[in-house]
């Protein structure tokens, strides 16, 4: 019996269309980037607690350390700019370290990156204490501190993105409130310090107090499967991916080489879009932090009350980052984080924008507290969003390279604000171009998430139509195959009748 012949393009499609399906398995979900579901929550808030240390330690630095500023320069004899210049360059040196310590942390694991950093800052506080030049300073607390607040920022991170997704905003905003807490608590301690111990034996008992990131990497233990994959599932991922391991071994150092900076991602339009709004935010973001005392002794208010400004912002902003978090982790915040953190970027700008208007004390308290609120409000969400886009396993790879970048601006806002204060003698137009700048990169994210989610709405509506469209030409297919093969059978039947008839008549006798 003769089997029909089937279609040329039958294999060949419904191939293709397994291919898709595999392709889709395998792609975007968080949860299968990990191969499993975080558990957010257990061991998780233990390395919460320990990212607060990490991450207090490494925003909080690089601002307490301007209370010894003043007895540095007596003794060492710099200028105010060349001693301003310690904590600019520890704060680049954090920010451009994020590749390197992506690297180590996708090699090595957050725990130990984050006791090398804790004893990195260690170090850099007790031989800084010893300097008797401005350049020493530069090298041990600037660049060797700096590098160590590197690997306990990026790291603690990287762990927090491995533990949680369902609460993972809540995570990070409760990790993030490590930089006010210990603004609040570290800035009144070194003051008491320096009277007690001058700046030497203050830089002494802070490097050893940093040590305690050593601890806190301690706490952050390696996620661990819940279970191990049975042999089919093995065998699946194998079929899927025949790469033996030579192969891999081979194409390894090509896959590190771009781990250290992967240039792929300004091929994602999201990612574009976040980066230019973070690097103007970061340009105007810590000048007004720098000289809101100076501004408040310039409109007549007294040095304690001036300095108070900033424990007011600070406080505020220590309730704000996990309330932040909770609000972001909501049902109707959650799929539409982007617009989310827009608004509070552009809410930081246009405080900034007021703040010239706050001529007395009582109106300069306001202009703190919501300050606190929306700087708050903007660090809380700032990595949160970078984990919306990106994912888990393209997250450590994006934040090194977003930190190496905001570097830059993060050198330059400070000084370009303390030129305009020199060329200006007013306090005002400072306030005036850090708000405009951070107002401009709200509007630009606002604006342009918009463009993004309509795009990429658009773009999965063409891809469903595509696929639907695939899926209607292989049923139509199906159907057309076998009427054709009737119709071709059909024919071959008479002809074959017909053929044997014809012998027939020929043997029969006349």
Avoid at 168 to 186: E, Q
Avoid at 198 to 203: Q, V
Avoid at 330 to 353: D, E, M
Wanted: hydrophobic share 45%; aromatic share 12%.
């Amino acid at each position: 019996m003769r089997k029909p012949p089937q279609a040329p393009g039958r294999h060949v499609t419904s191939r293709h269309r397994q291919q898709q399906a595999e392709t889709q398995k395998m792609s975007p979900a968080p949860a299968d980037e990990l191969g499993f579901k975080p558990l957010d929550g257990g061991w998780g808030w233990v390395v919460v607690f320990g990212a607060h240390i990490s991450i207090g330690f490494a925003y909080s630095t690089p601002k307490v350390l301007s209370i010894f500023f003043k007895e540095i320069q007596e003794d060492l004899g710099a200028s105010f700019s060349e001693i301003a210049l310690i904590s600019s360059i520890m704060l680049a040196a954090m920010y451009a370290g994020g590749p390197v310590s992506s690297v180590l942390v996708k090699r090595y694991g957050s725990r130990p990156v984050v006791m090398l950093g804790g004893l990195m800052c260690g170090v850099s506080m007790v031989t800084a204490s010893f300097g008797n030049s401005i350049i020493y300073l530069y090298l041990c607390i600037g660049i060797i501190g700096g590098c160590g607040l590197s690997l306990n920022l990026n790291a603690s991170l990287t762990i927090i993105s491995k533990y949680f997704l369902a609460r993972r905003p809540l995570a990070n905003g409760l990790a993030m409130a490590g930089s006010p807490v210990f603004l609040c608590f570290v800035a009144p301690l070194n003051q008491y310090l320096l009277v007690k111990f001058g700046w030497r034996g203050s830089l002494l008992i802070l490097g050893g107090l940093m040590l305690n990131c050593c601890v806190a990497g301690a706490l952050m233990r390696p996620v661990v499967p819940p279970s191990k994959p049975s042999a089919c599932t093995l065998q699946k991922k194998v079929e899927e991916q025949p790469n033996d391991c030579n192969t891999k071994l081979k194409r390894s150092w090509m896959k590190n080489a771009k781990k250290f900076l992967d240039v792929s991602f300004f091929k994602d339009r999201g990612f574009v879009i976040y980066l230019i709004g973070s690097v103007m935010f970061i340009f105007g973001a810590y000048a007004p932090i720098v000289f809101l005392p100076a501004y408040a002794i310039n409109q007549g208010v007294e040095e304690y009350s001036a300095a108070y400004l900033l424990s007011i912002m600070g406080f505020v902003d220590m309730f704000v980052r996990p309330g932040t978090g909770l609000v972001a982790n909501s049902k109707w915040i959650r799929p539409r984080i982007q617009y989310f953190f827009s608004f509070a970027v552009a809410f930081n700008g246009t405080c900034h924008l007021l703040c010239p208007l706050m001529k007395s004390y009582a109106l300069l308290v306001v202009y703190a507290v919501f300050f606190g609120v929306s700087f708050g409000m903007v660090f809380a969400l700032i990595f949160e969003c970078l984990m919306d886009l990106m994912g888990n396993q393209r997250f450590p790879s994006a934040v090194g390279l977003v930190t190496i970048l905001e570097c830059f601006p993060m050198l330059l806002g400070p000084p370009a604000a303390g030129f305009l204060v020199d060329i200006s003698h007013d306090y005002k137009y400072l306030f005036l171009m850090c708000g405009s700048v951070i107002t401009t990169g709200g509007v630009f994210l606002f604006i342009m998430n918009i463009y993004n989610y309509h795009m990429l709405k658009k773009e999965k509506t063409a891809k469903d139509r595509e696929q639907n469209g695939g899926a209607m030409a292989d049923q139509v297919e199906m159907k057309r195959t076998p009427e054709a093969e009737m119709e071709r059978t059909e024919p071959e039947a008479e002809d074959g009748a017909q053929g044997d008839a014809c012998p027939e008549d020929v043997e029969t006798p006349n």
